[in-house]
Each structure stands twice: as C-alpha cells, then as structure tokens.
C-alpha cells in the first residue's frame, strides 16, 4: 500500500519551497467531502468550544488517564474537556489487529470494518470513545501515507468526534519513519493527508503541527494545512529541534502571529509552556488561541484543569500552605482516584472500601501498625480498610502461608479480564510511566517508595500498586504531621530562600528557570509540574554536552584569547560555541568583526540558487534547521 510520497520524503528540502508549491498547484484541490459534515469553527461549537485539552502523548493519554483528568472538574463541564487519544501508528494500526486491539478499545469485541457503529442494535460501548463518559474525544495518527492513515481512520471514525494528524512528533523513531515533524519539509505530502481525510471520512480531521524557523514560514505552513480541510490547528510553539534538554521555552508570540493573520474563523489551539493552572488563562490572554493544550503539566498534575477549591473549602484531596500562598493535589488522593477508575472501568470491579483520607486531627493509631511493603499482606489491608474480617490462609504448593487475592481479576470469560489481555491493556501499561509522573518529587525524598514502583511495573498485578498506595498515605500523613509540629517550617524553607536569591540574581536572564521553581514549588506530598532547566542551566550541570565540532569552536577561541585576539572577536565566537547547542547550529552573534562579515557575504554569494522542480516547485536547498530564539518567559517546559 505505500505510495510513491511515502518513500520520496526529502529529508533536507524546505518546508518553505515546498510550501509555494503547494500554493501554485492550488486550483487543482480536490473536491468537497461526500458526506455533508461540520467544519472549523462551526464543528468547534458543535463540540462545545472547550477551552482546555488534554494533548495527545505516546501511551500516555489512554481512557484512565482521561478519566482521571475529567475527575477533577465538576460534572457538567468534564463532557467540555477535549481530550485526545495517544498517538497511534497508521500502518500498524491498519495491519496489525493485535496492536489496533492493544490500544483502542471502544467496544469489546475485535475492531473491524464491520464491528457494531453507534446507532446499531447489537453495539455496546466499551471504554474508549464511550459516547456517555469519554467524549469529546479526537484519535491522532502519525503516518506518511495517505491510504494507511485513510485507512486507520475509517476504523475509529465511529467511535471519536475528529482524527488528528500529529506533525510535530520530534523524536529519532520519528525521523527513521518519516512522519511526525519530520514530515515539515514535504508540504505536498501534507496536504495530500489531511486532504484525503477531509474529502473521505465522515468526521472532521485536525492537525498538529511545531513552529518553524520564522513567523512568515510558519504562517505559510499554518495555510497549507487549513486549505487542506484541517478544521482545528494546533500549534506546539517550539520547534522541531527543542527536545530533550533542549526543550527550552515555547514561543507564545509566533502562535499570536498566527491568531493574527490567520482567517477569524479559524480554531487554533496552543501548546506549550502550561505548568499550572493559572498559565492556562495567561496562555489564552497572549496568544489569543480559542484553546490551550497541555501534555507534561497534565502528567505531572491531572488536576491542572481543575480551578482550585476557595480557601477554606480544600476538602482532604487539596493541601494549602498556612500563608496560603501555595496549594495543590495530595499524591495520596490523587493515586487512589487513579486506582479506583482503573478498578470500576478496566479491571471491572468495584475498588476497595479505604479508610477516609487522612488529614491532621484524625485518629493515628493506624500509623503506629507495620507497614505494608509487599502484595503478601496488601489483600488483607483491604480487608482491614473495610472492616470486613480477615479472609482465611490456604497452605500453598510449596507449604508457605498465603492469602487468596480477588483485587486481580481472573474471570476467563471476559476477553477483557483475561491475564494475557491485561497485560496488554493499554490503561494498565501505561501505568507506572504515570505513576513516576504523579510521585516525581516524593520519591525524591522516599526512595524506598521508587524501588517499589520500579518494581511494580505492570498495572495488571494491582496489589503491587495497593502496596505502594500504602506506603504513599502512610509517608503523607507523616509529612502532614511535621508539617504542622514545625508550623509549616518543614516545607523546605531553606531551599525556597535559595530559589529566591536566584531568581533575584537571574530577574534579567531570559534563560533562567529560577523564577519557575520558584513559583511552582510545593511540599513532596503534593503533585506539580517537572520543570527542566534551560538549555544553558542543563550545560552548565552537564547534562548537555557540547558537540566535537562546538567544542573545537570553543577551543580556537581559547586560542585566539591566549594569543591577544580582540576580546570581542573572542566573545562573538564564545557566544556562537555555546548558543549553537540550543539551536541548529546557527548563531547570530552580537558583534562582528569586518572579517567575519566579508566572510558571510561570500558564503551568501556563492549558496545555490533554488531551482525548479519536474512539477514547478522549487527544490529546497537550505534545512530548516536553525537557531532556537528563547523568548523572554515566566514559563518553563510543559
């Protein structure tokens, strides 16, 4: 099925070239859809134009995850909540029933062409797509072929509101399979996919694309995408470069470029930059997008979209500093939301009775009995929780005392509850990458917490979890406790001066993440965000190394100092060593010497001319690829 786009993806060629080709061959766009169907804005208002959405992530935005983000919102505005599936293989999604079954479930038997549609007497929802409790929803694809992503989409069409095209996937798996961002230089292929779906599936599709290296090219990219029936752009305001300890800062203003000279009636949601739950407004406020997305402040908070409770109204789930300056979700309450939606929907059965969270004031005698450190007694804990009496001890094979489990599942009859599907079931993989996530800091201060989890691996084996669960309520209701014996000097004082007097140091430096610690620092025992240091910050700890070819720049300009050079000839080629880490490779420098600008002005000269390709368009002969501007920002990652 591949098709002569798919293999012919030039890996250097412009986004920019191919984009005026695109705009040449425009008269020739195909038809409009066959089926009648909303579109843009108007599909935006059928959907009930939310304003937050939970981003698509690669096995990490499955149905319990959804679930537990919708939660945190009362009742009448969790159906307001985009949310997107993760991002799915086209091909595989089309080839392979095992991975097709392994991560979107909407009904329970095998997704087919022919499996029960909405509206069908014999269909029955199962979890994904389920029009009751997990809509709005959008499946996104990655592909590079037009009839395996058509394809994929005809399966989950009945089952989801749109089908997203993700373009801005930047990671090696991606290059090595030509899809995702890396797709940015072949604007033709682009159009080409989302055209198809636009003209063929009886639902909306979307796209989700990275900036690129200046505002007018990204416009144009924009275009390309929404002339070839894009209803909804989303735009991750970093570029394709910005991963890892290079992620950096994502450029609000390029998005507010494209509000600006974009048609009004386009729908765009930003990305990027979202740590809490005031950025979400601040984000909207700037960038003037109609939606904002969240990926990793959502895995760190699913509460993120939640509009904290009023003072004095927290409950027992929603910890506040004594000042009141700080406030967020309990690790302990937001683990066991997390386990008792995966209980009632994935292991189909009801969660355990627990003992009411615990808070200051309440009885302690439950923290003086020993701990539960393995599954062996995490059965009878439960038991214990709801009062109910002890489940007797059967000799097992080896003559060792044991205690039946009924926390796992073992009901043969139900493919779903099968051992071999659990294992499989995309809820329950997913779900130590999730809990790292959610207890990122407490297991900085409770490592004996982290082996547990290290150790759990797979959701399918609960009680693990239940253990681990154990020992987060125990560990929280201790640091609650000191809390309030040192009248709230626990909380880490010492460390929140020193982020003080960093930030005080760093007011002027657009390329500190002192003020964003800072701000978003909170005791261990409450869920936030994982904030990456700046590029410059990760160079300096050395989590970020420089390449051969930075380090031999950076070696020459020792040299030149050690020879008398000017000092700034020498500070120019110091500032490109380092700057071209954060970007392509290319710096501007400040300032110049005469002989570095003759020698520009001849490599200008003498750069190939663009030339025109077999069907018109100009063949691309520059990368994309280019230096990462950061902008000035009170936000880190996200």
């Given at each position: 099925m591949a098709s002569p786009s798919a293999?012919?993806?030039?890996s250097a060629a412009s986004a920019a070239a191919s984009l005026s080709a695109t705009e040449a061959n425009a008269t020739t766009t195909p038809q409009a859809p066959k089926k009648t169907k909303l579109h843009g804005r108007a599909f935006y208002e059928s959907i009930g134009s939310p304003k937050y959405i939970v981003a698509p992530m690669v096995d990490q935005s499955e149905f319990a995850w959804?679930?537990?983000?919708?939660?945190?919102?009362?009742?009448?505005?969790?159906?307001?909540?985009?949310?997107?599936?993760?991002?799915?293989?086209?091909?595989?999604?089309?080839?392979?029933?095992?991975?097709?079954?392994?991560?979107?479930?909407?009904?329970?038997?095998?997704?087919?062409?022919?499996?029960?549609?909405?509206?069908?007497?014999?269909?029955?929802?199962?979890?994904?797509?389920?029009?009751?409790?997990?809509?709005?929803?959008?499946?996104?694809?990655?592909?590079?072929?037009?009839?395996?992503?058509?394809?994929?989409?005809?399966?989950?069409?009945?089952?989801?509101?749109?089908?997203?095209?993700?373009?801005?996937c930047p990671q090696g798996i991606a290059k090595r399979g030509q899809y995702g961002s890396f797709l940015q230089e072949n604007q033709e292929l682009i159009f080409e996919l989302i055209n198809t779906l636009h003209n063929e599936l009886d639902i909306p599709v979307t796209a989700k694309i990275r900036i690129l290296e200046t505002k007018e090219a990204t416009l144009k990219y924009a275009q390309n995408v929404l002339r070839a029936g894009a209803s909804i752009l989303t735009v991750h305001g970093r570029r394709r470069e910005q991963k890892g300890h290079q992620t950096g800062l994502a450029d609000w203003e390029y998005i507010r470029y494209l509000r600006e000279n974009l048609?009004?009636?386009?729908?765009?949601?930003?990305?990027?930059?979202?740590?809490?739950?005031?950025?979400?407004?601040?984000?909207?406020?700037?960038?003037?997008?109609?939606?904002?997305?969240?990926?990793?402040?959502?895995?760190?908070?699913?509460?993120?979209?939640?509009r904290p409770p009023p003072v004095g109204e927290e409950g027992r789930e929603y910890w506040r500093s004594k000042d009141g300056s700080r406030g967020g979700w309990r690790v302990d309450a937001v683990l066991r939301r997390y386990m008792d939606i995966l209980y009632k929907y994935v292991l189909e059965q009801e969660p355990p009775v627990r003992r009411t969270l615990f808070m200051p004031g309440d009885d302690v005698t439950w923290l003086e009995k020993p701990t539960i450190t393995?599954?062996?007694?995490?059965?009878?804990?439960?038991?214990?929780?709801?009062?109910?009496?002890?489940?007797?001890?059967?000799?097992?094979?080896?003559?060792?005392?044991?205690?039946?489990?009924?926390?796992?599942?073992?009901?043969?009859t139900n493919p779903h509850l099968h051992p071999k599907t659990l294992q499989t079931s995309p809820n329950l993989v997913s779900m130590q990458p999730h809990c790292f996530h959610l207890l990122r800091h407490f297991v900085t201060t409770h490592t004996d917490v982290r082996d547990m989890l290290a150790r759990a691996r797979n959701g399918a084996d609960i009680l693990k979890y239940e253990a681990i669960l154990s020992q987060v309520e125990r560990k929280v209701a201790q640091g609650l406790l000191e809390y309030e014996r040192t009248d709230g000097a626990s909380f880490d004082v010492e460390e929140l001066e020193t982020l003080m007097k960093e930030t005080e140091e760093s007011q002027n430096d657009p390329e500190s993440s002192a003020k964003a610690r800072r701000e978003n620092k909170r005791p261990w025992w409450v869920v936030q965000p994982i904030i990456r240091p700046l590029p410059k910050e990760a160079l300096a700890k050395g989590a970020l190394q420089l390449s051969k070819k930075e380090l031999k720049a950076q070696a020459a300009t020792a040299e030149k100092i050690k020879n008398g050079a000017g000092v700034v000839a020498a500070a120019g080629a110091a500032v490109a060593a380092v700057a071209s880490v954060f970007g392509g490779g290319k710096v501007k420098k400040e300032e110049e010497t005469k002989e570095e600008v003759n020698k520009d002005k001849a490599a200008e000269e003498a750069a190939p001319v663009p030339v025109a390709g077999e069907d018109g368009a100009e063949t691309a002969v520059e990368s994309l690829e280019a230096t990462t501007s950061y902008p000035k920002s009170e936000l880190v990652s996200g």
């Open positions: 293999t012919t993806v030039p959804r679930m537990l983000t919708r939660s945190f919102l009362p009742a009448e505005e969790q159906h307001k909540l985009l949310c997107y599936t993760p991002m799915f293989h086209a091909r595989l999604f089309t080839e392979a029933p095992k991975y097709r079954d392994s991560h979107y479930q909407p009904i329970r038997g095998p997704l087919t062409e022919n499996s029960p549609r909405p509206g069908s007497p014999d269909y029955v929802p199962f979890l994904d797509g389920n029009p009751s409790i997990d809509r709005s929803l959008f499946v996104q694809f990655c592909a590079n072929d037009p009839s395996y992503l058509l394809s994929a989409a005809k399966l989950v069409a009945p089952y989801c509101d749109a089908v997203d095209l993700n373009l801005g048609p009004k009636e386009t729908v765009i949601f930003a990305n990027g930059n979202i740590l809490q739950y005031s950025d979400l407004e601040k984000c909207l406020e700037t960038t003037g997008a109609d939606g904002v997305m969240s990926a990793e402040g959502n895995l760190s908070d699913p509460g993120l979209f939640a393995s599954t062996e007694t995490t059965t009878t804990q439960c038991q214990n929780n709801s009062d109910e009496p002890p489940r007797k001890k059967h000799k097992s094979a080896n003559g060792t005392a044991s205690t039946p489990s009924t926390s796992t599942p073992t009901d043969t």
